[in-house]
Structures are given as structure tokens and as C-alpha cells.
């Protein structure tokens, strides 16, 4: 599976976002799809994730109300919205896929990082 993340950039605080990530290759071996981001200096954590089946959907409590990832199983694109941005979401984003259906999110597979910056 090759995963091919875009949409960052710089944007003024407040404003808004859209992330995608296409995927290709044996997708259909791939349960859930999550961003996570990696601000300098700190680990990389989880933002959020959706199930590639039924759409459920998870997010870390602080971008909860203010992100919303979303995917097109057709497009095989996963998105991930961000609106009311704010300087603490600059970081750079990943997507990934997990082969598992529960437990922790753990990516068996990776896309290459965005950078987003919120400028205050």
C-alpha cells in the first residue's frame, strides 16, 4: 500500500485546511486510516482515525468540534478537514493505515508528511 499525502500549507489563525491522502496499491488489506502529526521538537501522536468499512470515526480530544476526517472508498482517499485552526496545530501531518481493526492505531503503512503552519 503507497500513500501519498498533500494539502498543507500556511495559514492565518482561524482559518481552514483540507488534507488528503491518496491511497494505492492493496487497500483492501487495510481496516483503518488516521492522521497523525508531529510538531518540532515532540513526538508524532495520533489526531484521528475512521474505519475504512462502516466510518467510525475517532479524534484526540483537542481537535475535537474543529476536524473532521472523512474518506471516499471509490477515490481511495482519505480526508481530513481542519477548520478554526489555531498556531498549536502547526506540525507536520501523516496518514497512515492500519491492517488491524482494533486496538492501539499503529500504521503498518505510512505516507509522507505535510507541513501545516498557522500563523498568528
Known amino acids: 500500500v503507497q500513500l501519498q499525502a498533500s494539502g498543507g500549507g500556511l495559514v492565518q489563525a482561524g482559518g481552514s485546511l483540507r488534507l488528503s491522502c491518496a491511497a494505492s496499491?492493496?487497500?483492501?488489506?487495510?481496516?483503518?486510516l488516521g492522521w497523525f502529526r508531529q510538531a518540532i521538537g515532540k513526538a508524532r501522536k495520533s489526531v484521528a482515525t475512521?474505519?475504512?468499512?462502516?466510518?467510525?470515526?475517532w479524534y484526540v480530544d483537542s481537535v475535537k468540534g474543529r476536524f473532521t476526517i472523512s474518506r471516499d472508498n471509490a477515490k481511495n482517499t482519505m480526508y481530513l478537514q481542519m477548520n478554526s485552526l489555531e498556531p498549536v496545530d502547526t506540525a507536520v501531518y501523516y496518514c497512515?493505515?492500519?491492517?488491524?481493526?482494533?486496538?492501539?492505531?499503529?500504521?503498518?503503512?505510512w505516507g509522507q508528511g505535510t507541513l501545516v503552519t498557522v500563523s498568528s
Open positions: 496499491g492493496s487497500t483492501s488489506s487495510t481496516y483503518r
Open positions: 497512515g493505515a492500519d491492517r488491524r481493526i482494533t486496538g492501539t492505531f499503529r500504521p503498518d503503512y
Open positions: 475512521i474505519t475504512r468499512n462502516d466510518g467510525t470515526t
